[in-house]
């Protein structure tokens, strides 16, 4: 059964043009993770959501945006993709303050941008 | 910042044989430390965990090794398996903020 469910798996975005990657989770956890995760590279944390509380990482450019409708849903858009944007992004969520702090990972969606 | 960093890129062992992927943190604050496996094209899978208050966690053909003096971290598989082929990344961290990951080790399971 899946857990973190995202969509698409594939997507191809031409430059500069809009684009928007979904995440899902049935697993009512009260964290929400975005990566991106570069080819041969280690995910690198984008933000999250603690609850509706949104963390954004010092070094996440202005490019990418984020948003969390419910618990259950969480997004991420990029609004002017670049060339350098293409890699792997990855939605993780978790269930801080009940003592778990596993990170429970989606299968990712490929971006390319062309 | 925190970095979390591995020894080695690659790792190649016999089928049957024990592995040991090492990982070097540096955020003496750190509180908790994992351990992923992540497939060709798939999204890391939990593999075991530990918190700053143990040494030491068995799991199943897994071990991980938590030294806080020299802020080291080992992952050790016992009898890997072709199955075990994979890219293992180190993460850390502490609290509900996302994980700093080491840059991964590709065990190369040879037969």
């Known amino acids: 059964d899946a857990m973190v469910i995202q969509n698409p798996r594939y997507q191809v975005t031409q430059f500069g043009k809009p684009v928007t990657l979904s995440c899902s989770q049935t697993?009512?956890?009260?964290?929400m993770y975005w990566y991106q995760q570069k080819s041969s590279q280690a995910p690198k944390l984008l933000f999250h959501?603690?609850?509706?509380?949104f963390n954004n990482e010092a070094d996440t450019p202005d490019n990418f945006q984020s948003r969390r409708p419910n618990t259950s849903f969480c997004f991420l858009d990029i609004r002017s993709p670049g060339l350098g944007d293409a890699a792997m992004y990855l939605c993780?969520?978790?269930?801080w303050g009940q003592g778990d702090y596993e990170q429970y990972f989606g299968p990712g969606t490929r971006l390319t941008v062309t | 910042g925190e970095s979390v960093g591995l020894h080695l890129p690659t790792l190649s062992v016999q089928e049957g044989d024990n592995s040991i992927i090492n990982c070097a943190y540096s955020?003496?604050?750190?509180?908790?430390f994992i351990w992923y496996k992540q497939e060709s094209g798939k999204g890391p899978q939990f593999i075991i965990d530990?918190?700053?208050?143990?040494d030491k966690r068995q799991g199943q053909r897994v071990t991980v090794l938590l030294n806080k003096t020299v802020k080291h971290l080992s992952l050790q598989i016992a009898a890997t398996q072709p199955g075990d082929s994979a890219v293992y990344f180190c993460?850390?961290?502490?609290?509900?903020?996302?994980?700093?990951f080491g840059k991964g080790t590709h065990l190369i399971i040879q037969p």
């Open positions: 993780a969520t978790s269930r």
């Open positions: 697993l009512n956890h009260n964290v």
């Open positions: 959501y603690y609850d509706k509380d």
């Open positions: 955020n003496s604050a750190s509180d908790y």
């Open positions: 530990i918190r700053s208050n143990m």
């Open positions: 993460g850390s961290g502490g609290g509900a903020d996302g994980l700093t």
